[in-house]
T-cell receptor, first 116, second 114 residues
Framework: AQSVTQPDIHITVSEGASLELRCNYS??????LFWYVQSPGQGLQLLLK????DTLVQGIKGFEAEFKRSQSSFNLRKPSVHWSDAAEYFC??????????????WGLGTSLAVNP | KAGVTQTPRYLIKTRGQQVTLSCSPI?????VSWYQQTPGQGLQFLFE???????NKGNFPGRFSGRQFSNSRSEMNVSTLELGDSALYLC?????????????FGQGTRLTVV
């Protein structure tokens, strides 16, 4: 069965430091991959997505992610974190279901805290 | 253009009651998906509707049901509420199907069952 793992439940970084959030997936073929961010009391906002092509994907707010097929990973990175980046981050995979439909499978999220 | 609108934002219900949540997708979007979000379980997929038809369904009991109207607005109903149904219910709309297009989320309905 398809699954998404975000190994880090909580991460704390200092403002200005670099950030990497990990995401591993279990899926037989190349999936569609997404990273979303959720600020407190808000819905989710798409940061970036990967469908095919260049494995390094640029997103909004200075985030990027790299798809590594050999490691089944899609880690999110940012070179310099801002205090406003404190939020919950979710990795998701678009995978097929029965009847040629697809659905999004979500990781449990990583909570990011930023120290001033 | 207006985003995804979910109503109400907050709701308190008593165990055993039923509840109906509403979601208005972005204009022109035909797919609406519902999720339950809890601290311990993360985002759990409930169901997806596309052109008034349920396309996908998650692993929730039959007490959870939904429907979509011709204007793409969707409602979700939970009958015989249990304490464990307390959660943030999120609605997401996409232009077509959910897996390869950006999903736009509403702010959610926070349901508390007492």
């Amino acid at each position: 069965a398809q699954s998404v793992t975000q190994p880090d439940i909580h991460i704390t970084v200092s403002e200005g430091a670099s950030l990497e959030l990990r995401c591993n997936y279990s899926y037989g073929a190349t999936p569609y991959l997404f990273w979303y961010v959720q600020s407190p009391g808000q819905g989710l906002q798409l940061l970036l997505k990967y469908f095919s092509g260049d494995t390094l994907v640029q997103g909004i707010k200075g985030f990027e992610a790299e798809f590594k097929r050999s490691q089944s990973s899609f880690n999110l990175r940012k070179p310099s974190v801002h205090w406003s980046d404190a939020a919950e981050y979710f990795c998701a995979v678009g995978a097929p279901t029965a009847g040629n439909n697809r659905k999004l499978i979500w990781g449990l999220g990583t909570s990011l805290a930023v120290n001033p | 253009k207006a985003g995804v609108t979910q109503t109400p934002r907050y709701l308190i219900k008593t165990r055993g009651q039923q509840v109906t949540l509403s979601c208005s997708p972005i204009s022109g979007h035909r797919s609406v998906s519902w999720y339950q979000q809890t601290p311990g379980q993360g985002l759990q997929f409930l169901f997806e509707y596309f052109s008034e038809t349920q396309r996908n369904k998650g692993n929730f009991p039959g007490r959870f049901s939904g429907r979509q109207f011709s204007n793409s607005r969707s409602e979700m109903n939970v009958s015989t509420l249990e304490l464990g149904d307390s959660a943030l219910y999120l609605c997401a709309s996409t232009l077509r199907s959910q897996e390869n297009t950006e999903a736009f989320f509403g702010q959610g309905t926070r349901l508390t069952v007492v």
